[in-house]
């Protein structure tokens, strides 16, 4: 397990984060977002001549990052509890708040399902191997757990559990690569390409599950930047709506 966390851990640092120095904006955003937010980022810079400097991590990474006062001008994190644990230390404002997309976990398993795991109980099947999100670190990881804990199967999915990874772009590749039977992940990251073709989903029953939203917001280290502003309204925009959706996001009722 270190050295899958350690593989994780790499390749996460080499492909998600990253610097535009002298960029007109600094937005912090979930890993798993990157597809979306990166074909908003492109056709922003394009439209307002630009330059965005995105740093992609672990929803956890982000709220630590905005806690040493580090600067950051829109947050996008993968789950609304961290835009309102942020909103409740002063670091985001509140009026900025729009309730963007949903974000649905569900079973991901290796093409074919070789394992036939067909339920949330089906993880706990002696000899399964599964890769959840660290909870420290990715929204997902904070969800999968209360997930288990909401239907009692925390401790025996728990003793299958070979992998803890630090962002949900890593659980897509452990099974996508069949290093693990199945892990808990969102459901839009099934659209990816580092998935197709070697990805199917078991969904998770509405009742059992425990559906997030994304939320994009203002936060209070930024400079007052006009493109700030107009960035946060384009990403709940219908044109920022239609990308959205073409990553497989469900929007959020308004």
Known sequence: MKRLLVIAFVLGSIIFTGTVFGADLKVYAGAGLIKPMEEMRLMFEKEHNCAIDVHYGSSGELFGLLSMGQPCDVLIPGAAKYTLDALKN??????SIHKLVKHVPVIAVPKGNPAHITTLAGLAKPGIRVA???P???A???????ILAKNS???QVGTNVTVLAPTVNQLLIYVALEQVDAGIIWGDLVTWAEGEGKVDVVTIDRQKNI?????????THGRDNA????????????QGMSIWKKWGFEPCDR
């Open 90 to 95: 002063g670091w985001i404002i509140e009026k």
């Open 132 to 134: 959840l999100g660290d």
């Open 136 to 138: 420290k670190g990715p």
């Open 140 to 146: 997902i990881g904070r969800v999968a757990k209360k």
């Open 153 to 155: 199967l925390a401790e």
């Open 211 to 219: 559906i997030k939203t994304i939320p994009t917001a203002l936060t």
């Open 227 to 238: 493109l700030a502003k107009d960035f946060n309204t384009f990403l709940a925009s219908s």
